[in-house]
């Protein structure tokens, strides 16, 4: 499988979506504080956003590994199984932190803000999808498969803050 991270670098118009509205950014790895995984699992930092959250890599392997997402603030929750699964979050959904109750009024409203602010949004992120080979889900699809992933398999997936050994909160819970 070709390398998703590496299609990100060399395109630069994928590359400038998923900076925003995406607001992920490959140069943003290195997380504000000292964490580990309760599980002792290896946890890699690789990409970033605006507001000092990080995109960790959970276990062992590569792109196809879970993908942890943790704010400047205390919360964390697994966001993704996989690069591909978190391109097309952010691609279809760059609101997702901000859809706390996963309803489709909730979504309806946070999408038009960001419609409003960028009436080009929709034929952005469909050339930042062909460019990096992705097929995209409904908005729908992807914040359910969201709240499966955070509420199912991100049980299992609970960050510390070393120094402390105190667990984050869950940014998105059951």
Request: proline share 5%; charged share 25%.
């Amino acid at each position: 499988m070709p390398s998703m991270i590496r299609a990100i670098t060399e395109n630069a118009e994928a590359a400038s979506f998923l900076t925003w509205p995406g607001d992920f950014e490959l140069d943003c790895k290195d997380h504000v504080e000292d964490v580990h995984l309760a599980s002792g699992a290896a946890l890699e930092g690789f990409a970033g956003d605006g507001s000092g959250g990080t995109y960790f890599f959970c276990g062992d392997g590569g792109e196809e590994r879970p993908i942890l997402y943790a704010d400047s603030e205390g919360g964390a929750t697994l966001v993704a199984i996989g690069v591909q699964q978190l391109l097309q979050l952010l691609l279809v959904a760059p609101w997702w932190r901000d859809c706390r109750a996963f309803t489709k009024e909730e979504s309806r409203k946070l999408a038009a803000e960001y419609h409003d602010d960028m009436p080009d949004l929709v034929a952005r992120r469909d050339r930042a999808a062909t460019a990096l080979g992705l097929d995209l889900p409904t908005e729908a699809e992807a914040l359910t498969t969201l709240r499966r992933v955070a509420t199912e398999a991100g049980r299992d997936f609970v960050l510390v803050f070393t120094p402390e050994g105190t667990p984050y909160e869950r940014l998105i819970g059951d």
